[in-house]
Nanobody, 114 residues
Framework: QVHLVESGGGLVQAGGSLRLSCVAS????????SGWYRQVPGKERELVAK???????VYADSVKGRFTISKDNTRETLYLQMNSLKPEDTAVYYC????????WGQGTQVTVSS
């Protein structure tokens, strides 16, 4: 089974940047649709961005122009470059991949202070 591990979260001031990484234990990003989701307490987990195996991307309106999803198939790593961060971006960010089965990472906390 594929195991996903996120990293790169932390505390940043509004307007700053962070780069999240998600490393897969097996081959997945070259053959599956993957993405980043985020969740805050009391709210439903929401899609931030996703990327198909072929590299087609989709972004939530709230992050368009600020976030960029990308991947390195050779390294089996998914990235989320987050720029111009806002306090409302504060959440636990999760990596996801779907190929018959759905895989989730453990999440990494992103906190944006004003």
């Amino acid at each position: 089974q594929v195991h996903l591990v996120e990293s790169g979260g932390g505390l940043v001031q509004a307007g700053g940047s962070l780069r999240l990484s998600c490393v897969a234990s097996g081959r997945i990003f070259s053959i599956a649709t993957s993405g980043w989701y985020r969740q805050v307490p009391g709210k439903e987990r929401e899609l931030v961005a996703k990327i198909t195996s072929g590299g087609v991307t989709v972004y939530a309106d709230s992050v368009k122009g600020r976030f960029t999803i990308s991947k390195d198939n050779t390294r089996e790593t998914l990235y989320l470059q987050m720029n111009s961060l806002k306090p409302e971006d504060t959440a636990v960010y999760y990596c996801n991949a779907k190929k018959i089965l759905i895989y989730w990472g453990q999440g990494t906390q992103v906190t944006v202070s004003s």
